[in-house]
C-alpha cells in the first residue's frame, strides 16, 4: 500500500483541505443532537416560542452547512481519487511496456489486464472512501463519545465498554480478509485467460465442436471465483451483524439505565433524546468503518498485486560493452537459449552483411522465431552474443535498436482504425509512403477496391479482411518505414504462390539496402536469398546457399523433395 500512498503526494494539499471541509461539516452533524437536547430541557421549559423558533434556525443552518460542506468534501475526494487512479494507470501501463518477455511470462497478459482494471478500481474505491466515510465515521464516533460523556457520562461508558469487542472482530477479520481477497484475485485472473482464449479461438472451438468442452472449463473457473469470492464475502460480512449486536445490545442498556436515572431525576428527558441520536449516528459510523475495511481489505491487496509490476526491476539494461570491428551487420556467436531449465537455442552462429538476406526455416516448433525475439532483445541470450554493425545488441538502447527493424509477424496484430492508420501505427508517415509500401506488398490491389480505400475502417483483428488481405497488410507496415532490418516472420503463409513470388522480387528490387531475415515454410520463398539457416531443435543443422545445402544438409534435401520434387 505504500507504492499507491506515493501516488497521492501532489493531492496532499487539496486533500488537506478537503479533511477539513469534511471535519466542519462533520462537528456540524454531531452538534444536531446536543442542540435538540439543549430545546428539550431548557428552551421549552421557558415557553418561549421565539427562543424555540432562532434555535430551530440554528438547527435548520447546522443541517443545511453540514449537507453543503460534505458535498463540496465529497466532490473533491471524487477527484482526487480519478486523478490518482489516471496516473496510477499511465505508469503501470508504462511499466507492462517495458517489461521483458521473461516478465511478461511470469505475470502472464491475463493477470495484467486485471491488475490494470479491477485491481487499480479497488484502489479507486478505497482511496475515495478513505477521504470521504474515512475522516468522517472516526469523528462521529470519537466526537459522539466526548459530547456524550459531556451530557451523560455514566451512559457514555456504556457505549464504550463496547469499543474493545468491536475492535477484536475488526482485527480478526481484516486479518484474514486480505489474504482470502489476494487469492481471488489470482483466481480472476485465471477466469479471464480462459475466457481470452476462447474469445480469441472461438472459431476453432465451433469447427471443432468444442464448445461443450470449453463451457466445462469455463465453468470449473467461473466455481473456483464464485467459491473463492462467496468465502471471502462470507468473512468480511462477519463484521456488519456482529457489531451490530453489539451496538444493539450497548443502546438496549443505555435505554434501559436511561430511563432508571430519568426516574430517579438523575438525569434528563432531552439528554436521553440526545443520547439515542448519538448512538444511532454512531452506529452508522461504526457500519461505514466495517465498510471501509471490506474496502481497505481487497484495496490492499490489489495495492501488492500493482507494486509487485511497479517495483520490478528492468532485467534488460543497456551495458557498457567496446564495439568492435566487423564486416558484418548482424552476427550471431554462438548463442544459445532457455525460456526454462531447458534450452530452445543451442550454439547458433552465423553473419550477414548490410543488404544481404537471410532465410530461416525448419520444422514448428525449432526456434525460428526465438531468434528473432532474441535479436530484438525482447529476450537476452543465456550464452554468446548477438552483434549489430560490430556493437553487441546489450550496448544499445532498446528503443534505438527496435527503430531500426520493420518486422510483420505471421499472428501479428491489426486494430480496429483505419487502414492508413494501421500501416502508420502512429509514425505519421506520408500517405505516398504508405501507397508505395502497400504497391510492394501486394496490397494496393485490394485495397483500392475497399470503400474509402486506406481511410476503410477495419473490424478488431481486422476480421472483416481475408487472411491473405491481412498479412499483406503487416508486410505493408513493416516496409512502410524503411527499415535498416526487415523481418518477416512466416508471414507469406497466406499468400499464393504467385503473389509471394511478387513480394519477395518488389522486396529484391526496392529494397537494396535493406537487410532481409524472412522465416518461411516454404523452400520457394527462401530459395533465391543470400543465405539459408536451416533449424532443427534448437541447432543448426545447415547453413548456406539453396545449392550448398541441397548438397550438404540433410534436412534441407528432406524439405526440399517433399514440398518441390513430390
Not at 505519421?428 to 476503410?456: G, M, N, W, Y
Request: with cysteine.
Amino acid at each position: 500500500m505504500k507504492k499507491v500512498f506515493t501516488y497521492l503526494k501532489p493531492y496532499s494539499l487539496r486533500m488537506f483541505f478537503g479533511f477539513t471541509i469534511k471535519v466542519l461539516g462533520t462537528f456540524m452533524d454531531l452538534g444536531l443532537p446536543w442542540v435538540l437536547a439543549y430545546i428539550i430541557d431548557e428552551i421549552i421549559p421557558k415557553q418561549k416560542v421565539s427562543f424555540i423558533l432562532w434555535w430551530g434556525v440554528v438547527m435548520i443552518a447546522l443541517s443545511i452547512g453540514a449537507r453543503t460542506f460534505n458535498i463540496i468534501a465529497n466532490r473533491m475526494a471524487a477527484r482526487v481519487a480519478r486523478n490518482t487512479i489516471e496516473t496510477l494507470r499511465h505508469d503501470l501501463f508504462q511499466k507492462i511496456l517495458s517489461l521483458s518477455g521473461t516478465q511478461l511470462d511470469h505475470f502472464t497478459v491475463p493477470s495484467l489486464e486485471t491488475r490494470m482494471t479491477s485491481d487499480t478500481y479497488n484502489i479507486h474505491n478505497m482511496i475515495g472512501m478513505m477521504q470521504r466515510i474515512g475522516v468522517r465515521a472516526p469523528i462521529i464516533l470519537i466526537g459522539g463519545i466526548v459530547i456524550t460523556s459531556t451530557l451523560e457520562p455514566v451512559l457514555t461508558l456504556v457505549l464504550i465498554g463496547v469499543m474493545p469487542f468491536l475492535a477484536i472482530v475488526v482485527y480478526l477479520v481484516s486479518k484474514k480478509g486480505i489474504p482470502l481477497y489476494t487469492g481471488l484475485q489470482l483466481s480472476t485472473d485465471r477466469l479471464i485467460r480462459v475466457v481470452r482464449e476462447n474469445i480469441t479461438g472461438i472459431r476453432v472451438i465451433k469447427a471443432l465442436s468444442k464448445t461443450s468442452y470449453e463451457k466445462k472449463r469455463f465453468s470449473d473457473r467461473n466455481d473456483e471465483v464464485v467459491s473463492k469470492e462467496l468465502k471471502a464475502g462470507t468473512t468480511m460480512a462477519i463484521t456488519n451483524p456482529v457489531m451490530n449486536l453489539l451496538l444493539n445490545i450497548g443502546l438496549t442498556l443505555v435505554v434501559i439505565v436511561g430511563a432508571f436515572r430519568v426516574d430517579a431525576g438523575a438525569s434528563q428527558p432531552g439528554k436521553i433524546v440526545a443520547l439515542l441520536s448519538y448512538f444511532a449516528i454512531m452506529l452508522q459510523a461504526v457500519m461505514a468503518i466495517t465498510r471501509i475495511f471490506v474496502i481497505f481489505s481487497k484495496a490492499s491487496a490489489s495495492a501488492s498485486r500493482i507494486a509487485e509490476v511497479l517495483n520490478t526491476e528492468e532485467d534488460l539494461k543497456t551495458q557498457q560493452i567496446d564495439r568492435v570491428d566487423s564486416d558484418y551487420h548482424i552476427e550471431f556467436h554462438h548463442v544459445s537459449f532457455a525460456y526454462t531449465s531447458e534450452p530452445c537455442i543451442t550454439d547458433i552462429h552465423f553473419g550477414i552483411k548490410k543488404g544481404e538476406s537471410l532465410g530461416i526455416i525448419g520444422s514448428t516448433g525449432s526456434g525460428k522465431t526465438t531468434l528473432i525475439h532474441l535479436l530484438m532483445r525482447f529476450y537476452d541470450v543465456t550464452e554468446g552474443k548477438i552483434m549489430l554493425e560490430g556493437k553487441d545488441i546489450k550496448s544499445i538502447d532498446k528503443q534505438e535498436l527496435r527503430r531500426r527493424f520493420g518486422i510483420a509477424f505471421q499472428n501479428d496484430a491489426l486494430f480496429a482504425d483505419r487502414v492508413y492508420e494501421n500501416i502508420s501505427l502512429g509514425r505519421e508517415l506520408p500517405i505516398h509512403r504508405v501507397k508505395e509500401a502497400t504497391e510492394d506488398a501486394q496490397a494496393a490491389e485490394f485495397i483500392s477496391q475497399l470503400e474509402k480505400e486506406l481511410d476503410f475502417k477495419l473490424a478488431i483483428k481486422g476480421s472483416n479482411l481475408s487472411g491473405g488481405q491481412k498479412q499483406r497488410l503487416l508486410v505493408s507496415r513493416a516496409l512502410a518505414g524503411e527499415p535498416e532490418i526487415l523481418i518477416l516472420d512466416d508471414s507469406s503463409s497466406a499468400l499464393d504462390y504467385k503473389t509471394d513470388s511478387l513480394l519477395r522480387k518488389a522486396i529484391r528490387e526496392n529494397y537494396k539496402d535493406t537487410t532481409s531475415i524472412i522465416i518461411a515454410q516454404r523452400i520457394s520463398s527462401v530459395m533465391k536469398l543470400d543465405h539459408i539457416l536451416v533449424i532443427e531443435d534448437g541447432q543448426m543443422a545447415g547453413y548456406g546457399t539453396h545449392e550448398e545445402l541441397l548438397k550438404n544438409c540433410e534436412v534441407y534435401q528432406e524439405i526440399y523433395q517433399s514440398q518441390l520434387m513430390s
